[in-house]
């Protein structure tokens, strides 16, 4: 049986309150919530000290996402500088034209994929989901050493249409 130890928490009013409030709302009792949150903070600061230790979690990424316009798109366009008249739930869209250009998104969406094939031994999946017109989440389910997962995060970091990205793990063999 797993040994358990037994601790003190001190917490200004206002923020116990709110905790309370909180854990009472989603059922869960006292112990298990500061268990989860203790093991929330420490996969959010990295604090994994065996960097070849296997670790399990996801990367999610929120991006900017520019649309390709070709030439002929660009002439006949007088809704938005793109092309797309958002007042639809749906544009029409040329799909068999080029770009006449490559954006820094454009080009970011093709380094992000060929990041992922450098560490497709690390990513289990990926899930793409629109969020809106020129917005989109990634998110990288990965499995293996601590080191090339982190690798994978700073390199996806470094991209410049990323607006936001996420580091969840924890320990593979976790008890």
């Known amino acids: 049986m797993e040994e358990y130890k037994r601790f003190t928490v001190s917490l200004p009013k206002d923020l116990y309150d ?8 989603i059922g869960i009792s006292r112990s298990d919530s500061i268990r989860k949150a203790m093991h929330s903070l ?25 649309h390709f316009i070709g030439k ?33 998104q454009q080009t970011d969406e093709i380094l992000k994929t060929d990041i992922q094939h450098h560490f497709g031994e690390i990513i ?3 899930t793409h989901y629109h969020l809106e017109f020129e ?10 050493p601590y080191d090339r997962v982190k690798l994978l995060k700073e390199r996806l970091q470094t991209l410049k249409s990323v607006i936001s990205i996420g580091f969840f793990i924890m320990e593979k063999e976790f008890k």
């Open 124 to 126: 289990l999946s990926t």
């Open 135 to 144: 917005k989109c989440l990634e998110i990288i389910a990965v499995s293996g």
């Open 72 to 104: 002929s798109e660009k002439e006949d366009s007088h809704e938005h500088s793109h092309g797309i008249d958002h007042d639809h739930d749906y544009h029409d869209h040329k799909y068999d034209s080029r770009p006449v250009y490559a954006s820094v």
């Open 18 to 25: 709110k905790f309370e409030a909180f854990r009472n709302k």
């Open 42 to 66: 420490m996969a959010s600061e990295e604090s994994i000290p065996d960097t070849s230790v296997n670790v399990v979690g996801c990367i999610p990424i929120i991006m900017l996402h520019e």
